[in-house]
């Protein structure tokens, strides 16, 4: 079965650093989403990315992230300058179809901001 | 807005008793619902899915769920439940006319005994 890889599986870094989160979309699919999950916290909606555009983000995606489809296989979100209360669990996920036919999740990339 | 309700945070059983988790939503239009499963260690992996006809939808590994629109809910059910079912379990909406994006309650940890 086609899987959505996430890469690293678990990062570590100093608050004030930036980090990217590398996500390898199912081949065919066309949608791209980041989720986060804060420990204990549900888990929340960040992005959607269509035809090289974000097609809608919510109210925590700000002006210190970002996404990209560099090379049409990958997808990144990068966290410019990272804060302690960035540590959470990101998910990626894409779907072949707007999403609401269920999407494919990745299996995460826990990241911790010291 | 869309919003997701799960009101048993931790459930823990014995093997062979019959589950239902419960799950209601808010949202004043037609919806799309799903619940999801995450295992320990692993990515978010879809269940089942509601988009509309028969409210008793069945998913994988022997659970349903019912759409019940007068209650707002969409409980998740198992007749019988097995060592293996031990997993966090999500609720998610999307509401058609609300954006591609899910909408995920809080979660339930499920503990299956032997």
């Known amino acids: 079965e086609p899987e959505v890889t996430q890469t690293p599986s678990h990062q570590v870094t100093q608050m004030g650093q930036e980090v990217i989160l590398r996500c390898v979309p199912i081949?065919?699919?066309?949608?791209f989403y980041w989720y986060r999950q804060i420990l204990g916290q549900k888990v929340e909606f960040l992005v959607s990315f269509y035809n090289n555009e974000i097609s809608e983000k919510s109210e925590i995606f700000d002006d210190q992230f970002s996404v990209e489809r560099p090379d049409g296989s990958n997808f990144t979100l990068k966290i410019r300058s990272t804060k302690l209360e960035d540590s959470a669990m990101y998910f990626c996920?894409?779907?072949?179809?707007?999403?609401?036919?269920?999407?494919?999740f990745g299996s995460g990339t826990r990241l911790t901001v010291v | 807005a869309q919003s997701v309700s799960q009101h048993n945070h931790h459930v823990i059983l014995s093997e062979a008793a019959s589950l239902e988790l419960g799950c209601n939503y808010s949202?004043?239009?037609?919806?799309?619902l799903f619940w999801y499963v995450q295992y320990p260690g692993q990515h978010l992996q879809l269940l089942l899915k509601?988009?509309?006809?028969?409210?008793l939808v069945k998913g994988i590994k022997g659970f349903e769920a019912e759409f019940i629109k007068s209650k707002f809910s969409f409980n998740l059910r198992k007749p019988s439940v097995q060592w293996s079912d031990t997993a966090e379990y999500f609720c998610?909406?999307?509401?058609?006319?609300?954006?591609?994006?899910?909408?995920f309650g809080t979660g339930t940890q499920l503990k299956v005994e032997l």
């Open positions: 081949s065919n699919h066309l949608y």
């Open positions: 996920a894409s779907s072949a179809v707007r999403g609401n036919y269920g999407y494919t």
């Open positions: 509601y988009f509309s006809g028969d409210p």
């Open positions: 998610a909406v999307n509401g058609k006319g609300g954006g591609n994006k899910l909408t």
């Open positions: 949202y004043g239009g037609t919806v799309n």
